[in-house]
Protein backbone atom coordinates (compact mmCIF):
# COMPACT_ATOMS: atom_id res chain seq x y z
CA UNK A 1 0.00 0.00 0.00
CA UNK A 2 1.44 3.19 -0.87
CA UNK A 3 1.45 5.94 1.92
CA UNK A 4 -0.99 9.13 2.13
CA UNK A 5 0.57 12.45 0.58
CA UNK A 6 0.66 15.15 3.18
CA UNK A 7 2.35 18.13 2.87
CA UNK A 8 5.92 17.73 5.00
CA UNK A 9 5.54 21.09 6.77
CA UNK A 10 3.11 23.70 7.63
CA UNK A 11 3.36 26.97 9.54
CA UNK A 12 1.33 29.43 11.07
CA UNK A 13 1.45 32.60 13.57
CA UNK A 14 -0.59 32.13 16.97
CA UNK A 15 -4.35 33.05 16.50
CA UNK A 16 -3.89 31.97 12.87
CA UNK A 17 -5.88 28.92 11.17
CA UNK A 18 -3.84 26.28 8.74
CA UNK A 19 -5.72 23.31 7.07
CA UNK A 20 -2.94 20.27 6.36
CA UNK A 21 -3.98 18.84 3.45
CA UNK A 22 -4.08 14.10 3.50
CA UNK A 23 -4.53 12.77 -0.50
CA UNK A 24 -5.48 9.10 -1.09
CA UNK A 25 -6.90 6.70 -3.66
CA UNK A 26 -10.16 5.70 -4.51
CA UNK A 27 -9.48 2.43 -2.78
CA UNK A 28 -8.94 4.17 0.79
CA UNK A 29 -9.88 7.87 1.15
CA UNK A 30 -12.43 8.50 -1.68
CA UNK A 31 -14.29 5.26 -0.34
CA UNK A 32 -14.20 4.76 3.17
CA UNK A 33 -15.63 7.44 5.71
CA UNK A 34 -12.89 6.26 8.01
CA UNK A 35 -9.71 8.96 7.79
CA UNK A 36 -8.25 9.53 11.19
CA UNK A 37 -5.74 12.58 11.97
CA UNK A 38 -3.15 12.07 15.17
CA UNK A 39 -0.74 14.35 16.86
CA UNK A 40 2.88 13.22 17.79
CA UNK A 41 4.78 15.01 19.96
CA UNK A 42 8.34 13.50 19.37
CA UNK A 43 9.20 11.36 22.32
CA UNK A 44 5.43 11.10 23.49
CA UNK A 45 2.86 8.59 22.46
CA UNK A 46 0.39 9.89 19.53
CA UNK A 47 -2.83 11.36 20.01
CA UNK A 48 -5.90 10.74 17.66
CA UNK A 49 -7.11 14.32 17.39
CA UNK A 50 -9.82 13.25 14.78
CA UNK A 51 -11.44 9.73 13.72
CA UNK A 52 -14.15 9.04 10.68
CA UNK A 53 -13.22 11.70 8.83
CA UNK A 54 -14.67 14.37 11.44
CA UNK A 55 -15.67 13.21 14.77
CA UNK A 56 -13.44 14.89 17.82
CA UNK A 57 -12.40 12.39 20.72
CA UNK A 58 -13.97 13.28 24.15
CA UNK A 59 -11.15 16.10 25.52
CA UNK A 60 -9.98 17.29 22.32
CA UNK A 61 -10.53 21.08 21.45
CA UNK A 62 -12.99 22.51 18.86
CA UNK A 63 -10.36 24.41 17.19
CA UNK A 64 -9.34 21.08 15.47
CA UNK A 65 -11.88 19.66 12.54
CA UNK A 66 -11.63 17.35 9.75
CA UNK A 67 -13.38 17.07 6.39
CA UNK A 68 -13.54 15.05 3.36
CA UNK A 69 -13.57 15.77 -0.31
CA UNK A 70 -13.39 13.41 -3.00
CA UNK A 71 -9.87 11.47 -2.13
CA UNK A 72 -8.35 13.88 -0.12
CA UNK A 73 -9.06 14.56 3.71
CA UNK A 74 -8.70 18.09 5.57
CA UNK A 75 -7.28 18.98 9.05
CA UNK A 76 -7.96 22.27 9.96
CA UNK A 77 -6.35 24.00 13.05
CA UNK A 78 -7.84 27.20 14.20
CA UNK A 79 -6.88 29.89 16.94
CA UNK A 80 -2.98 28.24 16.70
CA UNK A 81 -1.34 28.23 19.88
CA UNK A 82 2.27 27.05 20.97
CA UNK A 83 1.16 23.82 21.93
CA UNK A 84 -0.20 22.82 18.59
CA UNK A 85 3.45 22.60 16.88
CA UNK A 86 3.73 19.29 16.57
CA UNK A 87 3.94 16.49 14.03
CA UNK A 88 0.51 15.28 12.46
CA UNK A 89 -0.26 12.21 10.57
CA UNK A 90 -3.52 11.03 8.92
CA UNK A 91 -4.39 7.61 8.50
CA UNK A 92 -7.16 5.38 6.24
CA UNK A 93 -8.70 2.10 6.34
CA UNK A 94 -8.28 0.77 3.02
CA UNK A 95 -10.21 -1.82 0.77
CA UNK A 96 -7.65 -4.62 1.64
CA UNK A 97 -8.61 -4.22 4.94
CA UNK A 98 -5.36 -2.27 6.36
CA UNK A 99 -4.57 0.62 7.64
CA UNK A 100 -2.54 3.01 5.43
CA UNK A 101 -0.49 6.48 7.26
CA UNK A 102 0.36 10.06 5.39
CA UNK A 103 3.67 10.63 5.62
CA UNK A 104 3.49 13.50 7.92
CA UNK A 105 3.18 16.96 8.47
CA UNK A 106 5.44 18.87 10.90
CA UNK A 107 3.22 21.42 12.29
CA UNK A 108 5.55 24.90 13.08
CA UNK A 109 4.13 27.85 15.12
CA UNK A 110 6.05 31.13 14.68
CA UNK B 1 -7.53 5.14 33.23
CA UNK B 2 -6.15 3.33 30.01
CA UNK B 3 -2.60 2.03 30.15
CA UNK B 4 -0.83 0.44 27.27
CA UNK B 5 2.98 -0.74 28.51
CA UNK B 6 4.62 -2.52 25.45
CA UNK B 7 8.05 -4.26 26.42
CA UNK B 8 10.35 -6.80 24.76
CA UNK B 9 12.34 -4.67 22.57
CA UNK B 10 16.15 -4.55 22.60
CA UNK B 11 19.37 -5.16 19.89
CA UNK B 12 18.83 -8.02 17.73
CA UNK B 13 20.84 -9.52 14.85
CA UNK B 14 19.22 -9.54 11.46
CA UNK B 15 17.52 -12.26 10.52
CA UNK B 16 16.80 -13.80 14.20
CA UNK B 17 13.42 -12.91 16.30
CA UNK B 18 12.04 -11.26 19.11
CA UNK B 19 8.65 -10.84 20.57
CA UNK B 20 7.03 -7.99 21.88
CA UNK B 21 4.28 -7.37 24.49
CA UNK B 22 1.49 -5.12 25.56
CA UNK B 23 -0.33 -5.18 28.92
CA UNK B 24 -3.56 -3.29 28.91
CA UNK B 25 -5.20 -2.35 32.20
CA UNK B 26 -8.38 0.56 32.80
CA UNK B 27 -10.90 -1.01 30.11
CA UNK B 28 -11.81 -4.45 28.89
CA UNK B 29 -9.06 -5.55 27.11
CA UNK B 30 -11.51 -8.29 25.26
CA UNK B 31 -13.88 -6.32 23.83
CA UNK B 32 -11.26 -4.10 21.56
CA UNK B 33 -9.52 -4.51 18.35
CA UNK B 34 -6.27 -3.82 19.05
CA UNK B 35 -3.06 -2.53 16.73
CA UNK B 36 0.66 -2.48 16.09
CA UNK B 37 1.67 0.53 14.68
CA UNK B 38 5.91 1.85 14.37
CA UNK B 39 7.99 4.54 13.25
CA UNK B 40 11.69 4.66 12.31
CA UNK B 41 14.45 6.91 13.51
CA UNK B 42 13.39 9.99 11.51
CA UNK B 43 10.67 8.69 9.45
CA UNK B 44 6.88 8.57 9.65
CA UNK B 45 4.10 6.38 11.55
CA UNK B 46 3.63 2.88 9.68
CA UNK B 47 0.73 0.79 10.24
CA UNK B 48 1.96 -2.91 11.02
CA UNK B 49 -1.15 -4.93 12.17
CA UNK B 50 -4.11 -5.46 13.67
CA UNK B 51 -6.33 -8.25 15.88
CA UNK B 52 -9.96 -8.54 15.96
CA UNK B 53 -11.23 -8.16 19.72
CA UNK B 54 -11.00 -11.98 19.71
CA UNK B 55 -8.33 -12.37 17.87
CA UNK B 56 -10.62 -14.32 14.99
CA UNK B 57 -9.34 -11.69 12.40
CA UNK B 58 -5.68 -10.44 11.91
CA UNK B 59 -4.57 -8.22 8.78
CA UNK B 60 -1.17 -6.78 8.40
CA UNK B 61 1.39 -4.30 5.96
CA UNK B 62 2.62 -5.80 3.25
CA UNK B 63 6.23 -4.98 4.70
CA UNK B 64 5.80 -7.83 7.44
CA UNK B 65 3.00 -9.98 5.93
CA UNK B 66 4.39 -13.41 6.35
CA UNK B 67 7.53 -12.28 8.92
CA UNK B 68 5.05 -10.88 11.75
CA UNK B 69 2.77 -12.62 13.62
CA UNK B 70 -0.19 -10.87 15.65
CA UNK B 71 -2.13 -12.77 18.51
CA UNK B 72 -4.19 -12.13 22.04
CA UNK B 73 -4.42 -13.27 25.54
CA UNK B 74 -8.02 -12.02 26.65
CA UNK B 75 -7.12 -13.98 29.86
CA UNK B 76 -3.84 -12.24 29.98
CA UNK B 77 -5.08 -8.37 28.79
CA UNK B 78 -1.65 -8.79 26.91
CA UNK B 79 -1.46 -8.61 22.88
CA UNK B 80 1.76 -9.67 21.43
CA UNK B 81 4.08 -9.09 17.89
CA UNK B 82 5.74 -11.79 16.84
CA UNK B 83 8.50 -11.00 14.83
CA UNK B 84 10.66 -13.14 12.89
CA UNK B 85 13.29 -12.95 10.26
CA UNK B 86 14.14 -9.39 11.42
CA UNK B 87 15.54 -7.30 9.05
CA UNK B 88 17.60 -3.45 9.57
CA UNK B 89 14.63 -1.74 8.19
CA UNK B 90 12.33 -3.14 10.76
CA UNK B 91 14.28 -0.91 13.27
CA UNK B 92 11.59 1.38 15.03
CA UNK B 93 9.93 2.28 18.01
CA UNK B 94 6.65 -0.34 17.88
CA UNK B 95 3.60 1.16 19.59
CA UNK B 96 0.78 -0.76 20.40
CA UNK B 97 -2.35 0.95 20.59
CA UNK B 98 -6.54 0.34 21.42
CA UNK B 99 -8.74 0.07 18.27
CA UNK B 100 -11.72 2.33 17.30
CA UNK B 101 -12.46 -1.40 15.11
CA UNK B 102 -10.31 -2.71 13.06
CA UNK B 103 -10.10 0.73 11.19
CA UNK B 104 -9.00 3.33 13.81
CA UNK B 105 -5.55 3.11 16.28
CA UNK B 106 -7.25 5.24 18.97
CA UNK B 107 -5.36 5.06 22.03
CA UNK B 108 -1.51 4.47 22.28
CA UNK B 109 0.83 2.85 24.53
CA UNK B 110 4.44 4.82 25.11
CA UNK B 111 6.12 2.27 22.85
CA UNK B 112 9.04 0.18 22.69
CA UNK B 113 12.67 -0.10 20.49
CA UNK B 114 13.97 -2.26 18.42
CA UNK B 115 16.89 -2.19 16.73
CA UNK B 116 17.81 -4.91 14.24
CA UNK B 117 22.25 -4.45 13.53
CA UNK B 118 24.84 -6.37 13.28
Known amino acids: QSALTQPASVSGSPGQSITISCTGT?????????VSWYQHHPGKAPKLMISDVSNRPSGVSNRFSGSKSGNTASLTISGLQAEDEADYYCSSYTSSSTVVFGGGTKLTVL | QVQLVESGGGVVLPGRSLRLSCAAS????????MHWVRQAPGKGLEWVAV????????YYADSVKGRFTISRDNSKNTLYLQMNSLRPEDTAVYYC???????????WGQGTLVTVSS
Open chain 1, 26 to 34: SSDVGVYNY
Open chain 2, 97 to 107: ARGKGLMTAHL
Open chain 2, 51 to 58: ISYDGSNK
Open chain 2, 26 to 33: GFTFSSYA
